[in-house]
């Protein structure tokens, strides 16, 4: 009879849900063996080369090509002109706007997409650029969005500056692009004039980028006589990616294969369609070779998407016991020239409004105007779901804010607003259906791990001695997996995700799903979600994504939602495999399926536990050994449309010893606990939690894309950009609790953004918190020593 | 990204010298290192270039001068430039006034006030070293506006300065310039209070 024992090392062997497996995908990585697309080589391959816009805002006078063609090599110089007359010199946009592939008669930003030199070879592609000689007539430059919408601000947009509309609803101004609002605003405003107590606070969650290792590209190859294009290309989401392209090229669905090979990180960066892509789709079916474009590190931080620049202003409103009653946030978005915002069709601020947070807050109101300036369009989710990260800012910031106006400890504030785990599922006021939460088991697991009153202790006497100590508290919610379809859809394809297991003849499994790694680990992730269900190790099977032509359709890899959406779909798929293989093992033990019971990885038959069939043997008999009217094979496909979304949280902590002369913040101590339901990898989920919390930490004290009053971007290469190496990053204490999500089959809840989230406000607390003791309301991010050192200097605290 | 620069040049030569030479377009041009004026067009407008030499890669800038205005009671000239570089990835212009006062000694001022704009990738590289570049290149103009002025002059002094203006760098040499850079960021870093 099979013991407890005996199965517990049979599971163990299958090394599945809740080991910390090494990565599967690691051994080619550390040898150098990864196969990026900028490691497709091809017979006859040219290169292409933007010619980029030296001026924020300029009419084109004159384009002259000749000397750029008369450089022995170049094969063509492609301008919007050449694109006019296949209707691609402009190209649709997630966010229903529209954005100029090549710049047609005007440009809007500094470093915008003017020409594309296509070349034999890639030195020979950028020596022609600067041949080509474009003549500018500069216009006044929009910088700064509060002045967007000013009645003599230049017009940025002349193709729709009398549009009523830009895809997301009226406009009232031609640089407008739209106003998204959410709540009871008459209902919020009675909580306000009622309020004993009410704060505001202006914030901005500035301009960054996410700034991957591996920049955008691609390699281009139509194939002329079978009437085949296939797309090597940096993409989350690969097949969108194909559906665009196939109604943009006219190229039958069928045709047009997109492979996402490894990728070298994402963050959100590489979910859209870029100038680079179509150009080089234009220049291989117009040439008939394969065409490759590999941004370099300036072009990926100057024009391929940036993320955030949202200009906050958050209100609470509390009586004097501080149990908050009502929550009001208005919005300046500045999307640059198009608005190319990251995000499903009907949502033009993401999913902003779950800025309530982790608090029962009773009454909302979230307003988001969206307008044009002369920057590189963009607004992706940098390591997050769709502005989440922004949402979390302005209600952690705001705590701490409304915290010191009560005069009340921050964490004693968050405690009491927290939604109790008996309201759950809890309906916010914005909208939201929380599915499953404890907020304060997490918190007090913190509070006792860092010693909560001591640091606060220590704090006064460090004031007392004239040195600066902050204490920094994030304790964040997180909305990730899009999405349900009735909610989310990407140019009207709803978000679901897929997956598709096939169990050979031996018993090892191949898997392809509708998402894409970066560096998440699915291959191991995946796989061990599998072994779990059909008792199959993981180690032999296969996790397969990023081909078109092989893989399900699905939504890709971002906002965290590969383990909610196809992480469901993989045991949803896994299961009905086990059913078919119960029917199997039925047939061949000849007994009633209702006999039998599974066991980590085999059917036995109850009350008779030495009649047993393992997966293995089922699968040997799934290909000659069926019961009558049954398909042979032991394979299928799920498809997953998620009842919600996920919620996942955490409770960080940091404490940070600022030195007072020259503004360094140095990180002491930086305590994350997370809770992203049911763990698969508690190993990948920890490397997960390091990158994120590395991330957060680069864009709260460091990461910037600052442009000068003429919009020239000042910070574009990595002698500017902050990017932490192991010398700035701090040492990160982790520590989890488990509250599964209800609806998912698993109880998993995605994890890979919520570091990032929730880290920002802490750190950016942390910062404010030291500030604070010295009168110091809100300071922005980034907190560079200079910056941090401005407001000591104005305080007089960097003298003795 | 526009950086606004205010310098005073004391020069050895009477004030008359002074304002001569600066009504004459082509040798204030001159006096701007790699600068030369390469057509007139007509009264109030000049084409020009200006090179710039860093290392191995060498930065040629065209464009237009136009005088805005010449203002003899005033000694003052008003000029703008604007030029690209060819190859199409930055712009610079700089609007100038510039005007001779008297000194001591016998001596005269040129005093220039100029607005310097850059953009495109000089701008984005180059930005916070502007202030600092500018002014070296304003140095040297100073000098060789002194030199050229002090030439019209007699005697031992006027010949030396005549030989120092003819020995000018016909091209901006951008070594020089980064070491007058690099050393006054460590004055400024230093030096002040």
């Known amino acids: 009879m099979a013991t407890t024992a005996e199965s517990l090392e049979r599971e163990q062997k299958l090394e599945g849900v809740g080991c910390s497996k090494r990565r599967k995908e690691d051994p ?53 002109d050449d694109l006019k007359p296949l209707n691609l010199h402009w190209m649709p946009t997630l966010a229903g706007d529209k954005q100029a592939v090549l710049a047609d008669e005007k440009v809007a930003f500094q470093y915008q997409e003017v020409a594309m030199v296509i070349a034999e070879d890639r030195y020979i592609a950028a020596d022609a650029t600067e041949l080509v000689e474009v003549e500018y007539e500069p216009l006044p430059a929009i910088v700064d969005p509060h002045t967007s919408m000013d009645d003599d601000a230049p017009i940025i947009r002349e193709d729709v500056a009398d549009a009523d509309e830009v895809g997301q609803g009226k406009r009232r101004h031609p640089n407008h692009i739209f106003s998204w609002d959410v709540g009871d605003k008459e209902a919020t405003e009675r909580a306000f004039n009622d309020a004993e107590v009410t704060v505001k606070q202006a914030m901005l969650n500035h301009r960054v980028h996410p700034s991957p290792l591996e920049t955008c590209g691609c390699v281009a190859s139509f194939d002329k006589v079978n009437n085949k294009l296939t797309v090597w290309l940096t993409s989350q989401a690969p097949h969108i990616v194909r ?23 994402g963050f959100g960066n590489k979910v859209g369609v870029y100038p680079g892509y179509v150009v080089s789709i234009v220049a291989s079916i117009v040439l008939g070779v394969p065409v490759k474009w590999i941004e370099d590190r300036i072009e990926n931080l100057s024009t391929t998407a940036f993320a955030r620049d949202y200009h906050m202003e958050g209100e609470l409103a509390a009586d004097k016991e501080g149990n908050i009653k009502a929550m009001r946030v208005n919005v300046l978005a500045d999307h640059g020239a198009f608005n190319s915002h990251a995000q499903p069709t009907k949502w033009p601020a993401g999913l902003f409004s779950i800025c309530t947070g982790s608090y029962d807050i009773p009454t909302a109101y979230a307003n988001v105007d969206g307008v044009y300036t002369n920057k590189a369009p963009g607004g992706v989710a940098y390591r997050c779901s769709f502005r989440v990260t922004e949402a979390v800012y302005v209600i952690e910031r705001m705590m701490d804010v409304l915290a010191q106006k009560l005069e009340m400890d921050p964490a004693e504030l968050r405690i009491k607003n927290f939604i109790k785990p008996e309201q759950f599922p809890y309906q916010s006021a914005l909208g939201w259906e929380y599915d499953s939460g404890d907020y304060h088991t997490a918190f007090k697991k913190v509070m006792d791990a860092v010693d909560y009153e001591g640091l606060r202790k220590e704090q006064a006497e460090k004031k007392a001695r004239g040195e600066i100590m902050g204490i920094g508290i994030s304790t964040f919610t997180e909305i990730v997996g899009a999405g349900p379809s009735k909610a989310c859809d990407v140019l009207g394809v709803g978000m679901f995700d897929s997956a598709e297991i096939r169990v050979h003849p031996t018993g090892s499994i191949i898997a392809r799903m509708g998402t894409i790694t970066q560096g998440q680990g699915h291959a191991t992730t995946y796989a061990q979600i599998i072994a779990t269900e059909l008792g199959i190790p993981s180690d032999e099977i296969t996790i397969e994504e990023g081909d078109t032509d092989t893989a399900p359709y699905g939504l890709g890899t971002y906002g965290s939602r590969s383990t909610p959406v196809a992480g469901a779909a993989t045991v949803n798929a896994a299961r009905k495999i086990r059913e078919k293989a119960r029917k199997i093992a039925a047939h061949l033990l000849e007994v009633s399926e209702n006999d039998l019971e599974w066991d980590v990885d085999q059917f036995r038959v109850v009350g008779s536990p030495d009649q047993t069939k393992t997966m293995k043997e089922i699968a040997w008999a799934a290909y000659n050994d069926v019961p009558d009217g049954m398909e042979m094979g032991l394979e299928t496909v799920d498809y997953y449309d998620p009842p919600n979304f996920t919620y996942p949280f955490g409770a960080y902590v940091t404490v940070v010893d600022i030195d007072k002369y020259t503004g360094e913040a140095s990180i002491r101590r930086f305590y994350a606990l997370d809770d992203c339901g049911t763990r698969i990898n508690p190993m990948i989920i920890e490397g997960q939690v390091h990158g994120g919390l590395n991330e957060g930490f680069a864009v709260a004290m460091g990461q910037e894309l600052p442009f000068d009053e003429d919009g020239n971007l000042l910070g574009n ?41 929730g880290s920002i406000p802490c750190f950016s607390n942390a910062i404010n918190d030291a500030l604070m003791q010295f009168g110091i309301t809100h300071v922005d991010m980034p907190h560079n020593a200079f910056r941090v050192w401005k407001t000591l200097h104005e305080l007089n605290l960097d003298k003795d | 990204m526009q950086v606004k620069i205010e310098k005073v040049f004391t020069i050895d030569a009477p004030s008359a010298s002074a304002w001569q030479f600066l009504q004459d377009i082509s040798g204030v041009a001159g006096c701007m290192p790699g600068a030369e004026i390469t057509e007139q067009v007509d009264d109030n407008n000049y084409k020009g270039s200006v090179k710039v030499k860093i290392g191995p890669a060498t930065a040629a800038f065209k464009g237009d001068i136009e005088i805005k205005g010449i203002d003899a009671d005033k000694r003052e000239l008003h000029m703008l430039g604007t030029g690209a570089d060819v190859k199409g990835t930055s712009s610079a212009s700089m609007d100038l006034v510039a005007f001779v006062r008297d000194g001591d000694d016998g001596k005269c001022e040129l005093v220039g006030n100029a607005a310097v704009t850059v953009n495109g990738k000089m701008a984005s590289l180059g930005g916070r070293m502007m202030t600092q570049v500018s002014d070296q290149i304003l140095k040297q103009f100073g000098a060789n506006f002194a030199n050229n002025v002090m030439a019209m002059g007699d005697g031992a002094a006027a010949e030396a300065a005549a030989s120092k203006a003819a020995e000018q760098p016909k091209e901006l040499n951008a070594f020089g310039l980064m070491w007058g850079v690099v050393v006054g960021f460590f004055k400024g870093l230093f030096g002040k209070k």
């Open chain 1, 28 to 80: 080619r990585f550390i040898q150098g063996k990864g196969n990026y697309v900028d490691d497709i080589k091809m017979p006859g391959m040219v290169f292409g080369d933007f010619v980029r816009s030296p001026h924020a805002h300029a009419r084109i006078k004159g384009i002259n090509k000749e000397k750029a063609l008369a450089l022995p090599g170049v094969v063509a110089v492609l301008t919007a």
């Open chain 1, 717 to 757: 290469t990595f002698m500017d950009y902050f990017w932490p190496t192991m010398v700035e990053t701090p040492k990160w204490e982790l520590d989890y609790t488990v509250t599964p999500s209800p609806h998912h089959p698993m109880g998993a809840k995605g994890v890979a953004e919520s570091p990032h989230v």
């Open chain 1, 243 to 265: 559906t665009v392209v196939s109604l943009l090229s006219g190229v039958p669905e069928s045709n047009v294969r997109i492979i996402s090979p490894d990728i070298g990180g």
